[in-house]
């Protein structure tokens, strides 16, 4: 057992997730009983970093927390180089490397998604010593299997389109349940499939409401007089889709400020536009089918409470893979889940990436064998 006697910080950055807390406990359990190191935990992601607010991380205060929801540090979405200080946005990374000193820090974790990896590149090509784990329920990190808080989002999603097929089937509606997942439809994809939904609608298929409304008429054909979608929040038919990604091009193509300032709010706008889409599409196929429909927004739900077994079991190899990394002095990387085991994957290969369902993936196919409508 080595005794480096180092001093690590630790956060909770971005959307909440089931799993943070194992984590950290992973991590420091780990860190502390087997190498040695002392932990301490800052507050509110990168704002307690900026703010240099911060607690002592000992053995009594990871004690307890494993089947615990959300994340004891708390958490933010701010950005490092784009920081609200006082009502002015300001480059704190120079401000974060200075209290990485004071601190006598030899390490920082950070446990976050797509934005914290960004985050964490910028502070690693700033000169600091960071290693980030992958948590999101959206399963839209790139370079890792999976992340954390995946599989409970999955679970609950699908109790939830479980428990309205009873209800569609009694009342005879079509009743649209619209699941998390940022861009990414995995969620709706996963919990989707486990649930039998009839008709999956994910952001990387966008989906003809005729199509829908297609499948719907064969099952009422068939005598199924009712019918459960599992809808994803980043979903759009093909009008809606082609504008979005006409808005994307814009934004990438700007090159001075005032095209980048514009674009971007013009593609805030039509993303603005498309978020009822869920509400527009039960209209559309009410119009459509004659049959009565509803929708249920399962929002926060999915992000709340106690891990899955499969997050805790995730959340906790990882933590320690992050810890045996540490102690081997190996920063820059993402600690990844690779099948049974874990991968330190460099930052520059992570961040501003996003992982989305490719159109060969085995679920689409098996959703397909298996009847399901995709939109398409
Ligand atoms: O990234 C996780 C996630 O829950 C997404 O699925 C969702 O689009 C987003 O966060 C919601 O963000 P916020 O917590 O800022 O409302």
Known sequence: MASTQRRIGILTAGGDSPGLNAAIRG????????HGMELI????????????????????????????GGTILGTSRDKVHKFDLDGEVRDMVPTVVENYAEEGLDGLILLGGGGTAKNALRLHKAGLNVLTLPKTIDNDIAMTDTSFGFATAMEIATEAIDRVHSTAHSHHRIILTEI???????????AGIAGGADVILIPEIPYSVEKVAETIRTRTARGSSFSVIAVAEGARDIDDSADYEAAKLLAKAAKTPEAVRAAKSHLANVEDAQREHTFRLAR?????TGLESRVTILGYV?????????????ATRLGAAAADLVARGQFGCMVAARGD???????????GKVKLVPADHDWIAAARKVGTGLGD
């Open 341 to 351: 085991g874990t991968e330190a994957v460099p930052l520059e290969e992570v961040a």
């Open 27 to 34: 991590f420091g359990k780990t860190a502390i009983g087997h």
């Open 302 to 314: 999915q992000r709340g409470g106690t891990p899955c077994a499969a997050d805790r079991l995730l």
């Open 284 to 288: 559309q196929l009410e119009a459509a």
């Open 41 to 68: 935990g800052f507050r509110d992601g990168i704002t307690g970093l900026v703010h240099n607010r911060h607690t002592p991380l000992d053995g009594a205060a990871l004690s307890g927390i494993l089947t615990i």
């Open 180 to 190: 998390m997942g940022h861009r990414a439809g995995w969620l709706a994809l996963g």
